[in-house]
Each structure stands twice: as C-alpha cells, then as structure tokens.
C-alpha cells in the first residue's frame, strides 16, 4: 500500500515569496491534515480536512496561509507572502476517518525562508 | 497545550528494553492514550494506543496504571533503528482527530 506522498521535499525562497505544497493521502482516507513542525518541537495541526470540507482550521494564519483539498483526495497547501518565522517542516497525514483512527504521515516538506 | 509531560531524553542499550514514561494527571474518561514515533527527517509514525488496559502489538507494549494518570511505552529489544523522538498524546476518541504534539522524549539506543 503506497503511503502520503508529499512534494517538493525541499523549498528555499525568500521572504515575501509564496509557495506551495502538495500531499496525495492513502487511497480511500477521507481526512487529513496538515501540521508545521518547527525546528526542536512537535508538529502542530494547522488544518483538517474531513473529504473536502475543513473540520478544523483554527490554528491556521488565515492571513497568508490557506488551503484546499478539492475532490476529497489530493490537498494542497500554500504560503503567501512568506516570512522568516514560517521556516519549518509542513508535514501532511491522513487517516481513514477521524477520531480514533491512527493517522499515517508524510516524509515532509522542509521549507527554508531567507 | 499539551496535556502530558515527558523527560526530554533517555538513553537505552542495544538489546535491553527501554521504558518511556508519560504522565497525563489530567487525562479525561474518554481520552485515550497514543504513542508516535519521529525518526530523523520523517515524518511521525503510529506506534500504540489505549484507553484503560494493556495493549501490545508488534512493536511495542503500552502499560496504562489503573487511575490512567500515567502510562509507560516499552519496547521490549532496542534497535539502533529505535532511535527517534518518542510522543505521547492523549485524545478524544471520538471527537475530531487532531493530535496535539508536546516536545516528546528522544531516545538513544547506544550499541
């Protein structure tokens, strides 16, 4: 069974720029999420996606960042304009419902800001 | 915030079986216990949850004391490949999903 698929896995670009990022879950997983990790602490949810609508997005900056998961399967996540403190890592997960359902994780997106 | 508090690390021998404590005094009677894994430059990944028993898989056991006011993840041989930072949550089962990430313990398994 393939696992999240995440690209790039790497991006370095200056402030003010924008980017984006891309997650494909595990087929047939109807949630997931998105989480920044920055450097030396866990990851923190930024938003959940139950198919394509959002659960929860209330520790996303609304102001520069969104996202959408059009179709209920591939998601994408973007930055704009960004700022130095956005460096981290954007992991993207899935699981096959929420609640108790384990959520399985992508390799990541380490995201530089100069 | 996170509700559970963990050492920032421990180490462990190549062989013997590390002991990860995590304590949760404030854990609700619907909230479960989870444990995750991080190895360097990966992203987290399921080890084991429970609700009030023991549980074990093949990879680890989950010891639960019985007011649920703690918890000890043992993996019962290290391996070099063991190494990585550990995270215990505690979550709602039913009720949305998210996982909420405290700083974790990193284990080092020493050859």
């Known amino acids: 069974e393939a696992g999240v698929a995440q690209s790039p896995r790497y991006k370095i670009i200056e402030k003010r720029q924008s980017v984006a990022f891309w997650c494909n879950p595990i087929s047939g997983h109807a949630t997931l999420y998105w989480y920044q990790q920055i450097l030396g602490q866990g990851p923190k949810l930024l938003i959940q996606f139950q198919n394509n609508g959002v659960v929860d997005d209330s520790q996303l900056p609304k102001d520069r960042f969104s996202a959408e998961r059009l179709k209920g399967v591939d998601s994408t996540l973007k930055i704009q304009p960004a700022k130095l403190e956005d460096s981290a890592v954007y992991l993207c997960?899935?699981?096959?419902?929420?609640?108790?359902?384990?959520?399985?994780f992508g390799p990541g997106t380490r995201l530089t800001v100069t | 915030d996170a509700k559970t508090t963990q050492p920032p690390s421990m180490d462990c021998a190549e062989g013997r079986a590390a002991n990860l404590p995590c304590n949760h005094s404030?854990?609700?009677?619907?909230?479960?216990v989870y444990w995750y894994r991080q190895i360097h430059s990966q992203g987290p990944q399921y080890i084991i949850h429970?609700?009030?028993n023991n549980e074990t898989n093949e990879m680890a056991s989950l010891i639960i004391t019985e007011d649920r006011k703690s918890s000890t993840l043992i993996l019962p041989h290290a391996t070099l490949r063991d190494t990585a930072v550990y995270y215990c949550?505690?979550?709602?089962?039913?009720?949305?999903?998210?996982?909420?990430f405290g700083q974790g313990t990193e284990l080092s398994v020493k050859p």
């Open positions: 949550i505690v979550r709602v089962g039913n009720q949305g999903g998210k996982l909420i």
């Open positions: 404030t854990i609700s009677g619907n909230e479960y």
């Open positions: 429970g609700l009030k």
């Open positions: 997960a899935s699981s096959y419902g929420p609640g108790e359902y384990e959520q399985y």
